[in-house]
């Protein structure tokens, strides 16, 4: 137990993801309920090896939960793959009396996170980033409110490709994992979904569907492929080659990570920030808070790591069924 635990930290780390301002927010008042002093780190594991650091009151959090984006900013620091740097970094806190910390990212920040409880800093990790891609979590903060925001932009794309009787192919963000792609290609009717988790051919799984649709009187196309499948550019010239379909690409970048964050991200930050909190007053470290059977609770960092999290088969078979018509 770390009963007189009395000062700790808060980072948000990797790229950005709405709700992020939400478990900030739970940490610093979580933890001024439990009478501790709240330090907030600048720019990830930049910031607290620069030390760039201030306290953070309740009242400093106060008209953040609808802003999307983080707050506190966030950074990419190479450089702290090197213990020497982790080091430097536990040296920091130090400095600013911060006996535990709570880092918001993805796996890269829970990497980060491990190597600063091996150099001596109790540090809990919380899963932010839209792309639903930690093995361990059956949720992230953000995801929610990425997908209603592509959501909404392929709805937009839909009405236009409707009137000029096109094809459009649509890229959604997720790195390497095709949850955005999968979820959204079913809540927006896709034609076609591509996700670097399942191969595909051109022939059978692209251009079969669309003519197949197109001979029963379909008049728009819409192909949604995940990032880690890239190359919509190029799959737009060769489906309008192939159909005399006209056909166009978008790639929808980083409007997929902006904006207010929805109920869910908010309550699902919130309640991650708050069991982080409780966890370092317990003396507990080296974990990561997730979600489990939609539960929230905490694993070891390392086992956590380690985790797959794979495509729903439900999904998968379920977007095929329909997308035929
Ligand atoms: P995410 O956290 O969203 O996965 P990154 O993979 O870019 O994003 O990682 C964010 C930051 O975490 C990196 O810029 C770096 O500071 C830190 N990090 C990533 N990998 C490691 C590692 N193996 N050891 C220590 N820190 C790491
Ligand atoms: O991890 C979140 C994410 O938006 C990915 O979906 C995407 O591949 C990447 O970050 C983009 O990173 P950046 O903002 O550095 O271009």
Redesign the pocket.
């Known amino acids: 137990m770390a009963e007189n635990i009395k000062t700790i930290g808060v980072l948000t ?3 950005d993801a709405p709700g992020m301002n939400a478990a900030i927010r739970a940490v610093v008042r979580v933890g001024a309920h439990h009478g501790l002093k709240v330090m907030g780190i600048k720019r ?3 910031g607290l090896i620069k030390g760039d650091i201030k306290e953070m009151r309740p009242r400093d959090v106060s008209n953040t939960l609808q802003r999307g984006g983080t707050i506190l900013q ?9 213990e020497e740097v ?1 080091q430097r970094g536990v040296e920091m806190a130090k400095i600013f009396d911060i006996e535990g910390l709570v880092v918001i ?11 600063l409880c091996k150099a001596g800093l109790p540090t809990i990790a919380l899963p ?2 839209i ?1 639903n ?1 930690i093995g361990c979590s059956e949720y992230t903060i953000g995801y929610d409110t990425c997908l209603n925001t592509i959501k909404s932009a392929v709805d937009n794309i839909k009405d236009t490709t409707e009137s000029h009787e096109r094809c459009s192919v649509i890229e959604v963000m997720g ?1 390497s994992a095709g949850f955005l792609a999968l979820d959204v290609g079913i809540a927006c009717g896709a034609d076609v979904i591509l996700v670097p988790e399942i191969n595909w051919s051109f022939t059978d799984d692209v251009l079969k569907p669309i003519l197949h649709s197109k001979a029963n009187g379909e008049k728009r196309f819409i192909v949604i492929v995940a990032e880690g499948v890239g190359g919509v550019v190029e799959m737009a010239k060769k489906i309008e080659e192939k159909t005399g379909i006209e056909s166009r690409a978008t790639i929808l970048g980083h409007v997929q990570r902006g904006g207010s964050p929805s109920v869910r991200d908010r309550v699902t930050a919130s309640e991650m920030g708050s069991l982080a909190v409780e966890l370092l007053i317990a003396g507990k470290q080296n974990r990561i808070v997730c979600m489990k059977d939609n539960k929230i609770i905490d694993v070891d960092i390392k086992e956590g790591l380690a985790m797959q999290k794979t495509l729903s088969e439900q999904h998968v078979s379920l977007a095929k069924k329909l997308s035929y018509k």
């Open positions: 780390s990797g790229g990830g594991y930049s966030t950074a990419r620091c190479p450089e702290f793959k090197n982790i990212g993805g796996d890269g920040s829970f990497r980060g996170a491990a190597g932010g980033t792309d891609d790195r």
